[in-house]
């Protein structure tokens, strides 16, 4: 690979009548650079691409002799790893992606991966915007605009029905519902929007609709949600109780079981069936049991503890995912590193 792409720079640079040093001023760099390129000894880095390709007249993958799997997964591993995207890796990833869209075999994985670009772009944005409003509220802790940014910043509540409301994202899914009837998980998506804005007797005509086609455990689980919403706490606590006892080896209904506990301050309870579920999960686990529990020790203060349950999930990630950097462990490992410097104080 590292012949063809110091061939193409090379054809491509004479074909535009430059010399290394003229190609090398472009890109603010040495002409010993460009020569090591030509040459075979190194390979530009992927950061020099999109201003490479437009120097050069080409597009990425004109000039990167990769093939498009490579490109795609490549991009991939950089929404996945990196916490903060620079703006040449994020150009490089936004034209390629764009570039590909013609291609109806890889036009859905390609919109995917431009809408995981931009959400990823946002919460960058999201944690740069809440470190600025917490230092506005430092300067001025009586200024309202200062609160709404750090909420609009965190995704935090807006108790305002006008802007709190869902009613679009549900008409949205109850057009998609009936257009893919197969695909339970959109009865699912459909369900989550219409309790959060408490339509709760639209919630369980679809609940019964899922059931028809997709019964198992999330009949209990929304059942019992839906109760919940109804302040008829009893009853889903027996539909919840009835979930596991009738999936007693599905793990997703020990963990569901566990979340609901979580979000009644039930939080034994839910470590319990966290933990449960967690045992019960096939290889490779994920993480998010694990992480439920080390939140659950940080609310009640318990750091230590949240500590250990954070560095079991480092471990995790590295015995069954091959993980050992990124931006999961350095978020991980921040985390740790704050609870150790409250351990101190």
């Avoid at 020569?35 to 999109?50: G, R």
């Avoid at 019964?215 to 919840?240: D, F, M, R």
Wanted: glycine share 4%; net charge negative; charged share 25%.
């Amino acid at each position: 690979m590292n012949i063809e792409i110091g061939k193409k720079i090379k054809a491509l640079r004479l074909q535009k009548g430059m010399t290394q040093e003229e190609l090398a001023a472009k890109l603010n760099m040495s002409s010993q650079a460009i020569s090591k390129w030509e040459n075979n000894v190194t390979m530009p880095d992927i950061q020099l691409l999109p201003r490479l390709s437009v120097i050069l007249g080409v597009t990425i993958d004109e000039l990167f002799a990769l093939t498009d799997d490579t490109h795609i997964e490549r991009i991939e591993n950089m929404i996945s790893n990196e916490h903060f995207i620079s703006k040449d890796d994020f150009t490089y990833a936004e034209q390629f992606l764009k570039e590909k869209l013609n291609n109806n075999e890889k036009k859905a994985q390609c919109v995917t991966l431009l809408a995981e670009l931009h959400i990823h772009r946002s919460e960058e944005h999201r944690e740069l915007a809440s470190h600025y409003a917490k230092d506005a509220l430092i300067l001025a802790p009586n200024h309202k605009r200062n609160h709404n940014a750090l909420r609009d910043a965190e995704n935090g509540v807006l108790f305002d029905w006008n802007f709190s409301n869902h009613h679009k994202l549900i008409e949205y899914y109850k057009n998609f519902v009936p257009n893919h009837p197969d695909y339970w998980r959109g009865y699912v998506w459909l369900m989550n929007y219409l309790l959060a804005d408490g339509r709760c007797a639209e919630a369980k005509e679809i609940l019964e609709r899922l059931n028809e086609f997709h019964p198992g455990y999330l009949y209990q689980l929304y059942g019992g949600l839906i109760c919940k919403e109804e302040c008829n706490l009893s009853q889903a606590l027996v539909l919840w109780e009835q979930m596991t006892e009738l999936y007693p080896h599905d793990w997703r209904a020990w963990s569901s079981r566990g979340d609901c506990m979580a979000k009644l301050c039930r939080y034994d309870e839910a470590i319990e069936y966290y933990s449960k579920g967690h045992e019960l999960q096939p290889y490779p686990k994920y993480t998010d049991s694990l992480i439920a529990i080390s939140h659950i020790y940080e609310i009640q203060g318990k750091y230590d503890m949240a500590i250990e349950k954070l560095e079991e999930i480092i471990r995790l990630l590295e015995s069954d995912w091959n993980v050992t950097e990124g931006r999961t462990i350095d978020s991980h490992q921040g985390e740790i590193d704050h609870f150790k410097t409250l351990l101190e104080k």
